[in-house]
């Protein structure tokens, strides 16, 4: 392994790179590294590592950022001695102790030619400046810049203190940017012309001071107060402080200014670094052409808000600061404006001022400053006008730096009209516009298309994932001045307009092969159709309003949003009630089923407070002349529900009537096709799920509907798991997730892989099914669903049962519980299966009279929800605890009971698979109910699933 400091910082291993992250791991590697080998104390070492906050207990805490370091590090490097560490590196591995080294043997050697060639081979290793962790280090840099002037004369060199301090001193310490950094330092290694480019307050500045002090000798010019024909001066200025020209002298009152700014660096190998570029763009790139094409070792770093257009310019995009980055900063200027730490209670508080920003380091700075005089929770709360709260306070910065407005007003003058329409139209996308909608959205607001790259020149937009995006200041900046334009109503309804149209487009995308593509444009924008939807209900816009939330409508089903689709459907079923076109029919159809069958909370109120049979009627009687899908499904659907409508039990086939089918167009066939399945699954029809499985998979299968097909699969897995064909309903099951996991939520995604961990453990592939429920929970927890967690619980729980690992059971369960408390209103088919495993826990721990009362209320919701799979799984669970309580015939009825619910014996599932190889063993027993303490009881239950 080995380090460098010198000219920056690098780590390698075996001729590799090693990242060490995080700043006090690299202040403590580098303080390590300044003596290897030898031993050095706690204190020490904490009093470098932490120079201006130590640690109350050093010991500990520097155990804990030794042990972080040595996992980024390879094995022993980092040794424990008594009371202390070393660095179990050889010196020569470190290049400013070598360099060290080398120096004092050239001074310590008598031998003339020795001592040269120690000298040579010292600054061999000398490739700038050296990096340290912070400003306590000076005397390192002393003692270095000392051996650099001796190994130079012994070597017969000229001594060059330029390699030290030739830029202005930073008034704080840089925070974060190491990956830009280390762009900065790639980028100058390929191009000779090299520029930052950010929106203002991102810290251009800052940094390019940082990359210049890597890359010495370096030059500074502060362009900000030059105009145009000033800027020539400006370097000749800058130049002249710290490089004579070639003969030593003044070059001459004759020569003009250019003259002496390119003999000024020609023949020096010099980084010329040029900030704030952007007002002065034109003649920045003039001179950074010309003075490239004088001295071929010149290189030039520019910061500025848009390219210079130089031929071989090379970029460094300069974004927010990263979250851990902004919350350094922001806590490390707070205290030094009020003087002491942001506390417990304010970390939410700090946490939205850094969000609210975006992570601007000037907005952070101007937001610290204000923590003299206002609370935390002030400055979250003032934030809706943070123009006017972030209003002074850094006195000696710029003026366009003193305030937040001032900062962007600045980017505002250098605009062109039509940047600036497009600054205020884009600032109507909270989620920014895709690169692919950039020419519709020019269109719908009158601006020409290529503006959209002229703004992200001007860093005022910014491409990221595929979308123009803005930060949220530079957001609210545009409203305001689309607020003052007075065309802010004009705008907005252009945009309704707009996306109206093209939630249409995108949703018959949904139903076909490009289903992921029109899913993703959906998912990306949410935000944006949430904001015009709330624009045009207030506006009036019911046209509009009703077409994006008919639309989305399937969307919201697929990505299993209900809440969603209730919350939108309640504010726009009253202007649909009296409408006819198919928006307005589909939202009637929609609110209907929605508020009858989406099972979650607030579902009421979406009834229109019409006859229902009329409405069906009507429904069935438009939707025959109509080529919307959606509206083709719902009238047969609505029949078949309509009872459940009324309030009644769920139905147990499809209705449709003898048209039905010859007038449907083929995705409506497939999608009934699919809900018969999933009916006579629901009620026990062993042979219609066969067909109707089949048909909904050949026919979603012709029209590439990859969401239908899962759906259709999954049905298809159920029957043939029923029928034993393990291996083919694994196959189905599996072929059914690949596509449901990049399509629907991880709640259904879990109930699907619920059967493959069944059939798994059926077949005996018991590593498999650890493993694939393993997966499901690492699933859950990082979608964060607690639903999806319910539910990966409850099939751990049930392996660990099948299994016989109780207290893995036990552990899960209890993990369910919690999940289940999360979830309000949670449907009876949840409560049901919940409850069931409560019982199946209870027996195989052998409290049977807790077993009786939780499969009594499992019953109880199973009947509720009309879910006869579901009201089979208690039945099973009851001849399970029949079995184990001496009632074989109570058990055997109880199995009875499960195969007709079911239609058919579930041959996949375990439990009843060895119950009735029990039962098929034991002799022929009592009348159900007359043997064992409990048979009483489970008799009563059994009835409850007769109904």
């Not at 404006?337 to 417990?344: C, K, L, M, Q």
């Not at 008919?550 to 939108?568: C, F, H, L, Q």
Request: net charge negative.
């Amino acid at each position: 392994m080995r380090i460098r400091m010198l000219g920056g910082w690098a780590v390698e291993h075996a001729g590799e790179p090693v990242e060490i992250t995080g700043d006090r791991q690299r202040a403590l590697l580098f303080r390590l590294a300044l003596e290897p080998q030898a031993h050095l104390g706690y204190r020490a070492i904490a009093e470098d590592v932490w120079p201006d906050d130590p640690p109350e207990n050093p010991r500990a805490a520097l155990q804990s950022l030794v042990s972080r370091l040595r996992a980024q590090l390879p094995v022993d490097v980092v040794a424990s001695t008594p009371g202390g560490y070393r660095l179990e590196l050889p010196r020569e591995a470190i290049d400013a102790v070598r360099f060290q080294d080398l120096v004092a043997a050239a001074t310590a050697s008598d031998d003339a030619g020795e001592s040269t060639r120690l000298a040579s081979e010292a600054l061999e290793l000398w490739q700038g400046a050296p990096w340290t962790p912070d400003a306590g280090y000076d005397w390192f840099e002393r003692d270095l810049s000392r051996d650099h002037a001796a190994a130079s004369a012994r070597a017969g060199r000229p001594s060059d203190d330029r390699q030290f301090a030739r830029l202005p001193a930073p008034l704080t310490e840089l925070i974060g940017r190491a990956s830009e950094l280390e762009s900065v330092a790639a980028q100058l290694e390929l191009s000779r012309l090299v520029t930052i480019l950010g929106p203002g307050g991102a810290g251009k500045t800052r940094l390019s001071l940082e990359a210049g002090s890597q890359h010495p000798p370096a030059v500074f010019v502060e362009l900000a107060p030059a105009g145009p024909d000033e800027v020539w001066q400006a370097v000749l200025g800058a130049l002249g402080r710290d490089i004579r020209t070639a003969s030593g002298t003044d070059a001459g009152a004759a020569a003009s200014v250019r003259e002496r700014v390119v003999d000024a660096v020609r023949g020096r190998e010099l980084l010329l670094v040029l900030d704030n570029c952007e007002h002065v763009i034109e003649t920045a790139a003039e001179l950074a052409a010309e003075l490239l094409t004088a001295e071929v070792r010149l290189r030039i770093l520019t910061t500025s808000r848009e390219p210079l257009g130089v031929p071989g310019e090379a970029f460094v995009p300069l974004g927010p600061l990263g979250d851990a980055d902004a919350e350094r900063l922001f806590a490390d200027r707070v205290r030094a404006a009020r003087g002491r730490a942001i506390e417990t209670d304010e970390a939410d508080a700090a946490r939205r001022i850094r969000e609210r920003l975006d992570g601007l380091p000037l907005a952070l700075e101007l937001a610290a400053a204000k923590a003299r005089t206002l609370t935390l929770h002030e400055l979250a709360a003032g934030l809706d006008d943070r123009f006017a709260l972030l209003s002074g306070g850094l006195r000696t910065a710029l003026p366009r730096h003193q305030t937040l407005r001032a900062l962007i007003d600045w980017s505002w003058t250098l605009l062109d009209d039509d940047e600036r329409e497009l600054v205020m139209a884009s600032a109507l996308y909270p989620a920014g516009v895709a690169t692919l909608d950039a020419a519709e959205v020019a269109a719908a607001h009158s601006v020409p298309e290529a503006t959209f790259d002229g703004l992200v020149d001007k860093s005022l937009l910014y491409r990221s994932r595929g979308r123009y995006q803005a930060l949220e200041t530079i957001r609210e900046y545009g409203l305001e001045r689309l607020g003052e334009s007075g065309r802010l109503d004009a705008r907005r309804r252009e945009q309704a307009v707009r996306l109206a149209d093209a939630v249409a487009r995108h949703d018959l995308r949904l139903r076909g092969p490009e289903i992921h593509g029109a899913l993703r444009w959906f998912d990306e924008e949410d935000d944006n159709l949430a904001s015009v939807l709330r624009y045009a209900l207030a506006a009036g816009l019911d046209a509009q309003a009703m077409r994006i939330v008919a639309g989305a409508a399937w969307y919201w089903i697929i990505r299993d949003r209900n809440e969603d689709a209730v919350g939108w459907l309640r504010q726009v079923a009253p202007l649909a009630a009296q409408g006819e076109s198919d928006d307005a029919l589909i939202i009637r159809a929609v609110s209907l089923m929605v508020g009858a069958l989406a099972g979650v909370e607030d579902a009421s109120g979406l009834a229109l407070g019409v006859d229902l049979q009329s409405e069906l009627d009507r429904l069935a009687e438009l939707a025959q002349h109509s080529e919307n899908d959606l509206l083709q499904v719902m009238p047969p659907l609505m029949r078949t529900f309509a009872a459940s409508l009324a309030g009644d039990p769920l139905p147990t086939k499809l209705d449709l009537t003898a048209d039905d089918s010859r007038a449907l167009r083929p995705w409506p066939r497939a999608m009934l096709a699919a809900v018969r399945a999933a009916l006579a699954h629901n009620v026990g029809d062993t042979a219609v799920l066969e067909r109707s499985s089949a048909e909904a998979v050949e026919l979603f299968a012709q029209l590439g509907d990859l969401w239908g097909l899962a759906l259709a699969r999954q049905m298809r897995s159920q029957w043939l798991a029923l029928a034993g064909r393990f291996e083919e309903a694994l196959d189905a099951a599996e072929e059914a997730t690949v596509h449901l996991r990049a399509i629907t939520s991880a709640w259904d995604l879990q109930q699907q892989q619920g059967l493959a961990v069944t059939l798994l453990v059926r077949m005996g592939r018991i590593d498999e099914a650890r493993e694939r429920a393993t997966q499901l929970l690492d699933e859950a927890h990082v979608t964060g669903s607690s639903r999806a967690l319910l539910f990966a619980r409850l099939n751990a729980t049930m392996l660990a049962l099948t299994l016989g690992e109780l207290d893995v059971a036990e552990e899960q369960f209890a993990l369910a519980e919690q999940a289940a408390a999360d979830w309000q209103s949670a449907p009876p088919q949840m409560t049901a299966l919940v409850a069931t495993a409560s019982g199946r826990l209870a027996i195989a721990t052998g409290r049977f009279a807790d077993a009786v009362a939780a499969l009594d209320g499992a019953a109880s919701a199973a009947v509720l929800s009309a879910d006869q799979p579901v009201m089979a799984s208690v039945a099973v669970a009851l001849a399970e605890l029949a079995w184990a309580s001496g009632d074989a015939a109570g058990a055997r009825d109880a199995i009875e009971i499960a195969e007709t619910l079911r239609g058919a014996p579930d041959l996949s599932d375990p439990l009843e698979h060895t119950l009735r190889e029990r039962l098929s063993a034991a002799p022929d027993s009592d009348e159900p109910g007359t043997a064992g303490e409990f048979a009483a009881e489970t008799a009563r239950i059994r009835q409850i699933l007769r109904r």
